[in-house]
Structures are given as structure tokens and as C-alpha cells.
């Protein structure tokens, strides 16, 4: 990943400078065992899949607020940081250490446990919701509500900046809570 990435930007420093164009270049697919293999050096088809989940982004059926309809998939870092305890890592954060249950246990993986809350408390706003059964396209008036109040994705700046207002944007490419893919984007759109 860091070969493929770090000469993506031209440079092979040894740096990932670019992680958009990183996350381009990346071919998941160079990580794929091989007929019958499995094991810690490889992926098997279905854990392609899922690196590819986390990979993609998430399209809504309809706009929310500012026109967007997406939400960008994660980029490619972070897989082999050590998990501890509520921080770090895929382990902690996608994988957990017992399957996903229902409501959510403090050994289901971070992920699981605050989007079941989101769900069940501020989608949904039932606190003993099901979200095995959660269809986003059910609840689209209410999650274009709280995108509204929520989502941090106007670009216009102008009122700020007119006001003397500088901004420091920073984003953690190995974050897990959000992704840094959202803030980047959202950058682009300012200078834009």
C-alpha cells in the first residue's frame, strides 16, 4: 500500500502526500489470496468485499442538505493500527471482538455502537429499534432533517470571511468515527 501510494503523487519519498489520489490508485485486488489460500497475508473474496464496503461511498436515494446525496467511503490507511480499548484501529473500530448484537454490547466493534445510538436515537427516535432492519430510504424526511441541522457541508464562507475569520481544516486520514474523505471534500468545495 505505501509503494503504490506514495509513488502515486510522483515523489516516492516514502510520504503519502496525496490520499485522494491514493485511494484512486489503490488496487484492493493485489491483496487477494489465491485460489484455496487464506491467512494473515491475503484477503479471501468476502473480506474483499468488505474492505471494499468501507472503501466505497454510501449513496442515498434522495439529496440532503447542500444538494450532496453521498457519503464518501474511508481511504486506504489505518488497517494494521493496534486497537485499545475505545480508540485505534479496524479491530476496535469495524471489527470488534464478538459479533454485532442487538441492543449493541461494549465487544461489538465501535462502528456498531454508535450507529446503533444514531439510529435508534436520532433517526428513528426509538430507543429500542431494531437496526437490523433500518432502511435508510424509510426515514429519508428525517435524515434530510438532521442533515440540515447537522451536516457540516456549506462551502460559502463568505459571512466569515468577511468578518476576518481565518480556518484551520484538520483531518486524520486514519480516522474511524468520520470520513477524513467528507472533509477533504469539503475543503475542495470551499476554495471552489
Not at 40 to 66: G, I, K, M, Y
Not at 78 to 102: K, N, Q, V
Not at 120 to 141: C, E, G, L
Request: with cysteine; aromatic share 8%.
Amino acid at each position: 500500500m505505501l509503494r503504490t501510494c506514495d509513488d502515486a503523487d510522483g515523489t516516492a519519498d516514502g510520504i503519502v502526500s496525496n490520499p485522494v489520489a491514493c485511494k484512486r490508485v489503490f488496487d484492493l485486488n493485489g491483496l487477494a489470496c489465491a485460489a484455496g489460500q487464506r491467512g494473515d497475508t491475503c484477503l479471501t473474496p468476502a473480506q474483499l468485499r468488505a474492505v471494499e464496503t468501507l472503501h466505497a461511498s454510501f449513496t442515498f436515494s434522495a439529496p440532503l442538505a447542500n444538494g450532496h446525496n453521498d457519503y464518501p467511503g474511508w481511504g486506504v490507511s489505518g488497517e494494521a493500527t493496534p486497537g485499545f480499548a475505545a480508540t485505534g484501529g479496524w479491530r476496535s473500530w469495524w471489527l470488534g471482538s464478538t459479533p454485532p448484537a442487538h441492543p449493541p454490547a461494549a465487544s461489538n466493534r465501535i462502528a456498531w455502537i454508535y450507529g446503533s445510538g444514531g439510529i435508534r436515537h436520532i433517526f428513528v427516535r426509538d430507543p429500542n429499534a431494531d437496526i437490523t432492519s433500518y432502511d435508510p430510504d424509510k426515514h429519508m424526511p428525517r435524515i434530510r432533517e438532521v442533515s440540515a441541522l447537522m451536516d457540516s457541508t456549506n462551502p460559502d464562507l463568505s459571512t466569515f470571511a468577511g468578518h476576518g475569520g481565518k480556518l484551520i481544516v484538520l483531518e486524520h486520514m486514519a480516522d474511524y468515527a468520520q470520513s477524513p474523505h467528507a472533509g477533504i471534500r469539503y475543503f475542495q468545495a470551499v476554495q471552489s
